[in-house]
């Protein structure tokens, strides 16, 4: 049974930083594409930034670039998503999602809430 368990969010003010962590289980991340996807109350989900297993090629999206960094440890079967210089607009739900034809796995989410 394939699980990914997201942590790490939380309330933080604006400027601040958190690290999400993705814990996954029941799938390596080998031969995969390793992305964070976010969705704001009343907004649609969208890309956050994603890493290619092998390989380790990143993209992010253009909000994100410089602020945000994506990484894994396939040894901890772990994905990771540092987040700095954090600004009200980036308040969303994010989720884990590892893409490994034909499965294509979610976690159930970690709330971060930018405030002051």
């Known amino acids: 049974q394939v699980q990914l368990v997201e942590s790490g969010g939380g309330l933080v003010q604006p400027g601040g930083s958190l690290k999400l962590s993705c814990a996954a289980s029941?799938?390596?991340?080998?031969?995969?594409?390793l992305s964070w996807y976010r969705q704001a109350p009343g907004k649609e989900r969208e890309l956050v930034a994603r890493?290619?297993?092998?390989?380790?090629?990143?993209y992010y999206a253009d909000l994100m670039k410089g602020r945000f960094t994506i990484s894994r440890d396939s040894a901890k079967n772990t994905a990771y998503l540092q987040m700095n210089n954090l600004k009200p607009e980036d308040t969303a739900v994010y989720y884990c999602?590892?893409?490994?034809?034909?499965?294509?796995?979610w976690g159930q989410g970690t709330q971060v809430t930018v405030s002051s």
């Open positions: 890493i290619t297993s092998p390989g380790g090629n990143t």
């Open positions: 999602n590892i893409k490994r034809p034909p499965y294509d796995y």
């Open positions: 029941g799938v390596t991340f080998s031969s995969s594409l």
